[in-house]
């Protein structure tokens, strides 16, 4: 069965490319068939990845009923994995989906073939940092929601309301599968007292949901996407590279990815 | 005559707020009369002075036609400078001002008399990480744009977007006054090379632009609106202190504040 995960928080900057990027490849190193869609407009994902940002490269056509989603994806270096990119006219996506009668499942349905053909394990959709409507598309389409959350007082200020979001698709039976998957602590810094409260901090707040690896800060990680490479491309025994290979076994294993 | 700077950027966590909270009270310790206005509903510049995020403190009622903007303002410690904090609610404003006639300009029709009060020299906006409709009417209403820029290069890569919005707005005549009025770079790393390549490449792009003040990262400031206060109050020996201080009689000096 396909598993869909939401790497998504309103909050900016907190590690969602960098984990979407380095999670996929992750699983598909370890066999895992996984497809990453970059649903933000930056396109940070698909140039991380060494992607151009081509017009008519990503889901924008298929949202306005022009082609299939099965269409736009494209194979990557690394066997097990494939991309949607992203394009810049997926920012005018925000506010044309809110003009249609359901518009919180435009994305379910035009993902549902490519979650029901079964060629993917994984899907992660990497979103932009708000939670409008591409955000919330991707929240009524997947099963679980990854909450990147950078080891920084105003990145945990805002981590009770992308969680309170889930519980508001729940109610409204926009998503009932809609679960939280988990919180990966991102940019820990050992040499501050800081990091270490803030991860103490959640620890405390939401043991359930936080995940054992914590990425650390390293210059690698941020280096890697002016490469075009993943942290296992760009510095294979980086302690980010370790860190993210050690988050996708955790994931794998929390998921039951096959 | 008052100035109205608007801090946006679509790039997220690249030091939008911290330049927002500490460039406000940096001007106002040099006794200019400076408003700080959160119009990013994760409210951080709000919390990072101390404030509540209030229901109805924000310009939210204003811009749904109740009540004023000069209502709003509120007094801080410090006497030369006010806030009009935000709160929740706002995300709602992303979808309920799309839906209006003349969308772009409806910030700028609830600010305008507190423009033309005369009490402000400088206005600060400082905005959410996203080009929406928030975003857009604070540049329809501004007179500068500053970009906070991470010295980092995926932040690099969604500069030219940020800097054509300018021109357009330009051209489609919403804002014939708006310019760039400059980059600021943000957390700067001396330790790393990531840091003085993405410096030197934005100096070489855009050396008009490029402000000669560069924040350093520093831990401090990452702390500071975890007690609710700025860099000066928090370690005003600091170097971010220092490095904000610079910046705010820079500003000064470039705009001739009074
Ligand atoms: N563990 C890490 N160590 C060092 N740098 C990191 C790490 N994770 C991310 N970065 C860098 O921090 C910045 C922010 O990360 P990233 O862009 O992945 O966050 P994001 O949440 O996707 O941002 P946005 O909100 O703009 O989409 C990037 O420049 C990235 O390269
Ligand atoms: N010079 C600095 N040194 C160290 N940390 C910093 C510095 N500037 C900002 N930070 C921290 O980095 C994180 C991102 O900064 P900030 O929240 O100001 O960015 P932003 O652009 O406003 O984010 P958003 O896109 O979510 O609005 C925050 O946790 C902040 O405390
Ligand atoms: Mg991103
Ligand atoms: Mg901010």
Redesign the interface.
């Known amino acids: 069965p396909t598993k869909v995960f939401s790497i998504a928080n ?5 590690g969602k ?1 960098t984990t979407a990027i380095n999670l996929s490849v992750g699983l598909a190193r370890r066999k895992v068939p996984t497809l990453l869609i970059d649903l933000d ?2 396109a ?1 994902a698909t ?2 990845l060494g992607f151009e940002k081509v017009p008519g490269g990503s889901l924008y056509d298929p949202l306005h009923g022009e082609g299939v989603a099965m269409d736009k994806i494209q194979s990557t270096r690394e066997k097990y994995l494939s991309v949607i990119p992203s394009e ?1 006219d997926l ?1 005018a996506i ?2 044309e989906l ?1 003009q249609k009668e359901d518009y919180l499942v435009q994305l379910k349905q035009v993902l549902q073939p490519v979650i029901d053909s079964g060629k993917f394990s994984a899907i992660i959709l990497d979103c ?5 409507m591409i955000s919330m598309n991707s929240l009524a389409l997947a099963d679980y929601l990854l909450v990147a959350l ?1 080891c ?3 990145a945990l ?2 981590l009770g ?1 992308i969680l309170s979001v889930v519980e508001q698709l729940k109610e409204a039976e926009v998503n009932p599968n809609l679960a939280v998957g988990g919180i990966l602590m991102t940019m820990y ?1 050992s040499r ?1 007292k ?1 990091s270490k409260e803030v991860v103490d901090e959640v620890r405390n707040y939401r043991p359930d949901l936080i995940f054992k690896t914590i990425i650390p800060r390293t ?1 690698r990680l ?2 890697a ?2 490469f075009g490479k993943s942290i296992f491309e760009h510095a294979r025994l980086n302690p980010g590279a370790f860190a993210y290979g050690k988050f996708a076994k955790e994931v794998i294993e929390r998921f039951k990815l096959e």
Chains 1, 2 share one sequence.
């Open positions: 309103q909050k900016g900057g907190v490319t407009p930056q940070n140039s991380g810049v920012a925000e506010m809110g932009p940092p708000a939670l409008g950078q920084e007082y105003l200020e805002g309301q810094d501050t800081l210059v941020s280096e996407p002016s």
